[in-house]
């Protein structure tokens, strides 16, 4: 099956990028309740995993509106309005949903997904629609209380990697929007995706079970790179607003390898000392005060007074994980650790 988003000028003219941490709350949140996550993530989901069952988080609201498979509850997901929302920013618009919005989305979860694609598109598009999987959201979503949900989702499973997986998005855009001005919008629409084409004034999806025209939304298109999506590309169509289309960013494959070298912990420990750069780079994958004892030697109480310093000196942040914190690099320390690439 094929679609195709047609395009004018203005459309083209609208067509814009925009990083979305609710697209990874909900592309990776998905890929957590799916058993056979993909190898390349597989490394943080058995990381995050046991959390989020901890925290009840697998069998809350934010689960019956984005079960594993089929069609996902698309104002999760409102129109970014710039190019780097924050989350706070995201939550305040999916608390401003209309009633009538919310209504329909839950409609259409409860429908048999195994139906043909209506006008809100916002599914995953190459999984097989499952009656057996379709949640039964509670009618009456309290908006407050799931943003607090997402919020705690949030803080367990992304806050502690954001810097990394923010670095990733970001740079897709900025390689795009470079072959933009370079090469032409046609050509970056065209290797978004194998299965996105642009064709004579047409962006088209190839082997979709779900259609996306014109007139299922507004003009232009948002752009948004996912860590998560992989293999993936997913859609939200909603009228009036700009549909909106989700890809694997560039560079996934390299998104959770090791980063640190010895060259570069040896002139860091020159600077900061052994004990702190070591702790550094225990902290390529975030942990605890216990875990970083264990894995480097150090003690306890020696550890939490070294990142009491590194926090302080922005090395470091601290996120709340049920009774313990996790302690996660910052982009400065990375730049520290982890030697600069060379431009793409």
Not at 222 to 244: C, Y
Not at 288 to 300: D, E, I, K, M, V
Not at 304 to 326: C, D, E, F, P, Y
């Amino acid at each position: 099956m094929e679609s195709g988003l047609s395009f004018s000028a203005a459309d083209l003219a609208q067509t814009r990028f925009a990083v979305s941490p609710m697209w990874e709350v909900v592309t990776s949140f998905r890929l957590l309740r799916d058993a056979s996550e993909p190898p390349l993530h597989r490394r943080w989901a058995a990381q995050v995993r046991p959390r989020i069952a901890r925290a009840g988080l697998d069998r809350g609201r934010l689960a019956a509106l984005v079960p594993a498979r089929g069609y996902l509850a698309d104002f999760l997901n409102p129109t970014p309005t710039g190019p780097f929302p924050t989350l706070e920013s995201e939550l305040d618009a999916i608390r401003r949903t209309p009633p009538e919005q919310i209504a329909r989305d839950l409609r259409l979860l409860r429908r048999d997904t195994a139906l043909p694609a209506g006008p809100h598109a916002h599914r995953d598009r190459d999984t097989a629609r499952d009656p057996d999987i379709t949640p039964d959201p509670d009618p009456d979503i309290d908006l407050d209380r799931l943003a607090i949900e997402i919020e705690t989702y949030w803080e367990l499973a992304l806050a502690p990697y954001w810097a990394r997986i923010r670095g990733l998005l970001e740079a897709d855009v900025f390689h795009r929007a470079r072959q933009v001005a370079e090469h032409g919008s046609a050509r970056v629409l065209s290797e978004l995706h194998e299965t996105v084409r642009w064709d004579d004034g047409t962006l088209r999806l190839v082997r979709r079970a779900c259609a996306l025209t014109r007139d299922q939304a507004g003009s232009g298109l948002l752009l948004i790179p996912s860590a998560f999506a992989w293999p993936r590309v997913l859609t939200r169509s909603v009228a009036p607003d700009p549909p909106q289309l989700a890809y694997p960013a560039r560079g996934i494959g390299n998104l959770w390898e090791a980063r640190t070298t010895s060259s570069a912990t040896d002139a860091v420990a020159a600077v900061l000392g052994r004990s702190r750069t070591l702790l550094l780079a225990e902290l390529d994958t975030p942990a605890s005060t216990t875990q970083l004892a264990a894995s480097s030697g150090l003690s306890a109480a020696g550890v939490s007074q070294h990142l009491i310093a590194l926090k302080n000196a922005g090395l470091v942040t601290a996120h709340r994980s049920g009774r313990s914190v996790l302690y996660a690099r910052t982009t400065v320390a990375d730049s520290l650790l982890c030697p600069a690439e060379e431009p793409v």
